[in-house]
């Protein structure tokens, strides 16, 4: 076999290869045996039949058809491996030449595993934000926990700011009624800037049992497209006033919070919590940082099927968020004033900086042998399964061989990212 590449990008290439008598000998011979078993001759039984009595009646062309299709699939792999290339999904091949019992040519174009070149992994200038919690992220929280304690009680009397209401409502534009415009036993708090400015202004001064209409305009920059600037009707019906009665934060709201003796140690509480999550997630962010800027640094090409599967993933997500929201993707397009071509050429901006992003650090940890013994990989797979135990379809997956590698490969992703924190550690 004789082979010859031909580099169309840097993440796809076409091989040449040629094959001949020698090679084309043992793919004649399953061919025969292959044809040999459907083919029907009187004083034998079907797939009985002698290979040297069967050749006499199966067709030429039927023959050759075989032989050749036998020869290209048993070849193509060991072909790109000749060229110590990886394709990421089966070539596409083209027989361009054949002659019976002498050669065999085809080329076999295909995405490949690109050549990835990293840059100075240990000298990333990228610094680690500091955890910070303020007063003001404290007061933000003592003000939910005090909502959350609120008493509401309804009263007969005009709705004001701070009031919840129970409303029905009808948006109408040009006298019909928009999707998404329309609730019933809605409950809103006033002053809380949920909906489009004037609607809570203009609920307050009304008494339940009130109906009323109110002429509002849509901001410029609403995130739905027919709905942006729109002038629009709301018909409202006030069917309760809750009055809301915050407790004061005091020792006593913090007693009923849990073990804590005064205000001060609810406080330190908040704080503590709030530091561990911006931890965490100024550490992710650092982790994020550490990879674009190992990206930016590195020679690193994105073959196109890779993006097009983060692509697929990325709608995947979105339309699984969606239908959550009882959305359409489309309907989300729409919400948020996009085009399928607008979301598109983003979403391949963010499917592309995830396959680089990926391939760097796959290389990385090939570079640097760092790998995760099978002992582990078992390990997490029976934390898992302790996770899933009420899920059968759940612990079904984690028996497949294709998750459980799955799985091991996000561990040597989360060892690599490890390794990289180390390196840059000043």
């Known amino acids: 076999m004789k082979t010859k590449l031909k580099k169309i990008s840097d993440s796809r290439v076409e091989l040449t290869v040629t094959l001949d008598a020698a090679d084309l000998e043992p793919a004649k011979t399953k061919a025969l045996e292959k044809l040999a078993k459907e083919v029907k001759v009187e004083g034998f039984r079907k797939g009985k039949v002698p290979l040297e009595v069967a050749k006499k009646f199966i067709p030429e062309n039927d023959l050759n058809a075989e032989t050749v299709d036998i ?44 050549e990835v ?11 680690k934000e500091e955890a910070k919690v303020t007063e003001k992220d404290i007061k933000g929280v ?35 009624a928009f ?39 849509f901001p410029k920059d609403y ?10 009707v709301f018909e409202v019906l006030l069917k309760q006033v ?21 205000l001060e140690e609810l406080k330190e509480d908040i704080k503590k919590n709030l530091t561990i999550q911006n931890e965490h997630r100024l550490e992710e962010k650092y982790k994020d940082d ?20 983060q692509v697929r993933a990325i709608r995947e997500d979105m339309t699984r ?37 990926s391939l760097a650090l796959q290389t990385l940890a090939v570079e640097q042998k760092i790998t995760v013994s099978d002992d582990l990989v078992a390990a997490k797979i029976a934390e898992l399964k302790d996770v899933y135990k009420k899920s059968p379809e759940a612990l079904k997956n984690l028996k497949n061989p294709n998750v459980k590698m799955d799985i091991k490969n996000r561990m040597i992703i989360e060892q690599t990212l490890d390794f990289l924190v180390k390196a840059n550690k000043k």
């Not at 792999?77 to 019992?101: G, I, Q």
């Not at 003000?143 to 029905?168: H, P, Q």
């Not at 990879?291 to 993006?307: D, G, H």
């Not at 309907?331 to 680089?356: G, H, P, Q, Y």
């Open 290 to 309: 550490l990879v674009n800027a190992l990206v930016k640094n590195s020679k690193i090409p994105a073959p196109e099927i890779l993006i097009d599967d």
């Open 223 to 232: 995130g739905v497209k027919d709905l942006a600037g729109a002038k629009t």
């Open 71 to 114: 020869a290209v699939r048993t070849t193509v792999v060991e072909a790109f491996r000749k060229e110590e290339k990886s394709p990421l999904v089966l070539p596409n091949v083209n027989v361009t030449k054949y002659v019976p019992d002498e050669v065999v040519e085809y080329t076999a174009t295909a995405d490949i595993v690109p």
């Open 321 to 357: 968020n969606a239908a959550s929201q009882g959305m359409s993707f489309e309907d989300f397009l729409e919400r948020n004033n996009e085009t399928m071509e607008s979301w598109e050429k983003e979403a391949r901006k963010i499917a592309e900086t995830r396959v680089k992003a």
């Open 242 to 262: 809750n009055e809301v009665k915050k407790p004061k934060v005091d020792d006593e709201l913090a007693q009923k919070c849990g073990p804590f003796k005064n």
């Open 117 to 127: 070149t990293l840059g100075d992994f240990k000298k990333l200038d990228v610094k």
């Open 142 to 176: 003592l003000d939910n926990i005090a909502a959350s304690f609120a008493e509401k009680k309804a009263a007969k009397k005009a709705a004001e700011l701070g009031d919840e209401v129970i409303i029905d409502f009808v948006g109408k534009k040009d006298g019909e």
């Open 179 to 217: 999707k998404g415009g329309s609730a019933k036993d809605y409950h809103l708090g006033l002053g809380s800037g949920t909906f489009i400015p004037g609607f809570e202004d203009g609920i307050v001064g009304h008494e339940p049992g009130d109906k009323f209409e109110l002429d509002l305009t």
